[in-house]
T-cell receptor, first 113, second 109 residues
């Protein structure tokens, strides 16, 4: 089992460029999450999904879009990157509800110049 | 006011010491609590869930105090390998999950 994987591991974007971060899990988990982690701010929830074909906004959704076309994949898109989106992005999944343990991917380090 | 607050530390303790961290949460309706461990430049990993009656896993003990709205983590007989950042989490329900900013622990030989 690979667990939760994220692609890419690192990326540098120029302001205004777009990109998609891919998260994949092989644990058949229903819930998936995208977080960003910034110094002094902790992990903040961007978007989440409670099952295939569903998505919902988290605490800091502005500037991001997501899709969950397949149960095992959760994509995070940045349509027009801004320097404020420089961060480490973590994807996570959990078996069922919010009360279950979350398994995290290794993270994507994104720099927007 | 932040939903979940932690003392950022750092806590520098010698090997073998006992160290305790607290984490306060603002929403009295929070129902589930966790401690995660995050090593430098790595992803968070679950250390333990926190149950109402308190729970222990080896050298680690977690407690919940609903009256004062805080959870605690006690580490006994600290090891060098315990050096990490410890994140607390409070869950109120759908879309109401909040991580603390983390408490950094360094265990010194």
């Amino acid at each position: 089992n690979a667990g939760v994987t994220q692609t890419p591991k690192f990326r540098v974007l120029k302001t205004g460029q777009s990109m998609t971060l891919l998260c994949a899990q092989d644990m058949n988990h229903e819930y998936m999450y995208w977080y960003r982690q910034d110094p002094g701010m902790g992990l903040r929830l961007i978007h989440y999904s409670v099952g295939e074909g569903t998505t919902a906004k988290g605490e800091v959704p502005d500037g991001y879009n997501v899709s969950r076309l397949k149960k095992q994949n959760f994509l995070l898109g940045l349509e027009s990157a801004a320097p404020s989106q420089t961060s480490v992005y973590f994807c996570a999944s959990s078996y069922s509800s919010w009360t279950y343990e979350q398994y995290f991917g290794p993270g994507t380090r994104l720099t927007v110049t | 006011r932040k939903e979940v607050e932690q003392d950022p530390g750092p806590f520098n303790v010698p090997e073998g010491a006992t160290v305790a961290f607290n984490c306060t949460y603002s929403n009295s309706a929070s129902q589930s609590f966790f401690w995660y461990r995050q090593d430098c430049r790595k992803e968070p990993k679950l250390l333990m869930s926190v149950y109402s009656s308190g729970n222990e896993d080896g050298r680690f003990t977690a407690q919940l105090n609903r009256a004062s709205q805080y959870i605690s983590l006690l580490i006994r007989d600290s090891k060098l390998s315990d050096s990490a950042t410890y994140l607390c989490v409070a869950v109120t329900g759908a879309n109401n999950l909040f991580f603390g900013t983390g408490t950094r622990l360094t265990v010194i030989p």
